[in-house]
T-cell receptor, first 114, second 112 residues
Framework: EAGVAQSPRYKIIEKRQSVAFWCNPI?????LYWYQQILGQGPKLLIQ????????DSQLPKDRFSAERLKGVDSTLKIQPAKLEDSAVYLC????????????FGEGSRLTVL | EDQVTQSPEALRLQEGESSSLNCSYT??????LFWYRQDPGKGPEFLFT???AGEEKEKERLKATLTKKESFLHITAPKPEDSATYLC?????????????FGSGTRLSIRP
């Protein structure tokens, strides 16, 4: 079974530029999550989708971050304009059953903002 | 505010030296506590789910236990390949969503 795919793996941009990350979850998984992980910290939930609807985006900085999930499958996370403090790993995860905590994570997209 | 606190932040052990990692939580409606392992440059990998106080789960050298306020991840006779960051997470139901909140992790290093 294919895992969660993310791209790009690495991205370096200057502050005020924009960037987009892509995630392809495990086939059939209804829930999709974007987490932000700053070095030395645990993952912080940014947004959670159930199929193509948003169920939680309370910690998404909506003035600069946006996310969508197309047709309940792939998802993109965009940052515009980026700030220095956005430097982090952006992890995508999917889950087959919202009643369990078993999430399947991709390898992440590491963003460096200069 | 819901919180998940892990201790210690880092732990260095000699191969074969058993120890425990702690995860304490304050959530309004706990619907599960989870342990994950994260290797450098990788996403977290699921290890265990615990639902109720007194429950225990085991996998190789790892055993997770749960009380009403905290969970422990016991590691018995660890090997260098057990070196990783161990993350604790809780599921807190609110409205119709199921939010999974992670702690900051414990970085475990096992010396040969």
């Amino acid at each position: 079974e294919a895992g969660v795919a993310q791209s790009p793996r690495y991205k370096i941009i200057e502050k005020r530029q924009s960037v987009a990350f892509w995630c392809n979850p495990i086939s059939g998984h209804a829930t999709l999550y974007w987490y932000q992980q700053i070095l030395g910290q645990g993952p912080k939930l940014l947004i959670q989708f159930q199929n193509n609807g948003v169920v939680d985006d309370s910690q998404l900085p909506k003035d600069r971050f946006s996310a969508e999930r197309l047709k309940g499958v792939d998802s993109t996370l965009k940052i515009q304009p980026a700030k220095l403090e956005d430097s982090a790993v952006y992890l995508c995860a999917s889950g087959g059953n919202a009643n369990t905590g078993e999430l399947f994570f991709g390898e992440g997209s590491r963003l460096t903002v200069l | 505010e819901d919180q998940v606190t892990q201790s210690p932040e880092a732990l260095r052990l000699q191969e074969g030296e058993s120890s425990s990692l702690n995860c304490s939580y304050t959530v309004s409606g706990l619907r599960g506590l989870f342990w994950y392992r994260q290797d450098p440059g990788k996403g977290p990998e699921f290890l265990f789910t615990l639902y109720s106080a007194g429950e225990e789960k085991e996998k190789e050298r790892l055993k997770a236990t749960l009380t009403k306020k905290e969970s422990f991840l016991h590691i018995t006779a660890p090997k260098p390949e057990d070196s990783a960051t161990y993350l604790c997470a809780v599921r807190d139901d609110y409205s119709s969503a199921s939010k999974i909140i992670f702690g900051s992790g414990t970085r475990l290093s096992i010396r040969p």
